[in-house]
């Protein structure tokens, strides 16, 4: 019961935060940029090396962030972080033009579920190796439009397809559901 509250909160209260900032900007305050024109993200106060972004590509490689595992695995993974809309635009257009299997798993960094399940989605990304997982962060700037055409209103939400066509749709961090989801769409007889 906790955790339903907390997307039903989460949801209801990120849409509003952002309408309100959009009105009512915070005032400027005398803070490093979060991000240099290098790319570097600022380092925590203990850090010994500022994190860096991957180098853009001019190519359509540059739509996707990276492809990698969410976690420090050594494994191969399939899944595929995407960083901006047309990157979102043409992976789904891909999926559904080439009827591939694939998972849309959209994300937060804030979102306590979405870390809660990301050990489990790198898991069953393993277990099918032919469905790709495409992770997408809903805070990244330019993704509104797509949000709302793909009715995104909450985190963790997967979309599922399969012969091109989205098959399952779960909202929320539930394991089992996620896990048989998986099983009934994507197992190979």
């Known amino acids: 019961m906790g ?19 959009s009105t009512n900007p915070l005032p400027a305050q005398n803070h490093p940029p979060l991000l240099s024109r290098h790319g570097v993200l600022p380092s ?3 850090a ?3 994190r860096t972004l991957p180098p853009s590509r001019p ?32 992976a789904l257009t891909k999926v559904q033009d080439e009827k591939l299997p694939a998972i849309f798993y959209f994300t937060a960094v804030w979102c306590g579920p ?7 989605i790198e898991e069953m990304s393993q277990k099918f190796p032919h469905v790709t997982t495409y992770k997408i962060d809903i805070d990244l700037e330019g993704l509104g439009g797509m949000l709302s055409k793909l009715k995104i209103y909450s ?18 961090a539930d394991a089992t559901k996620l896990k048989n989801t998986m099983e009934d769409l994507y197992k190979k007889d």
Request: charged letters at 15%; aromatic letters at 8%; proline letters at 10%.
């Open 155 to 172: 985190v963790p939400t997967f979309h599922f397809f399969q012969n091109g066509q989205k098959a399952a749709e779960i909202v929320g």
């Open 48 to 50: 010994s090396r500022p």
């Open 114 to 120: 979405c870390r809660f399940i990301s050990p489990i």
């Open 59 to 90: 190519s359509s490689d540059a739509l996707f962030l990276s492809r990698r595992p969410f976690s420090s695995s050594s494994s191969p993974s399939n899944i595929v972080l995407i960083g901006s809309e047309e990157a979102l635009d043409t």
């Open 3 to 21: 955790r339903g509250i907390l997307l039903l909160r989460s949801s209801l209260l990120r849409p509003l935060l952002h309408a309100h900032l």
């Open 44 to 46: 925590p106060p203990n």
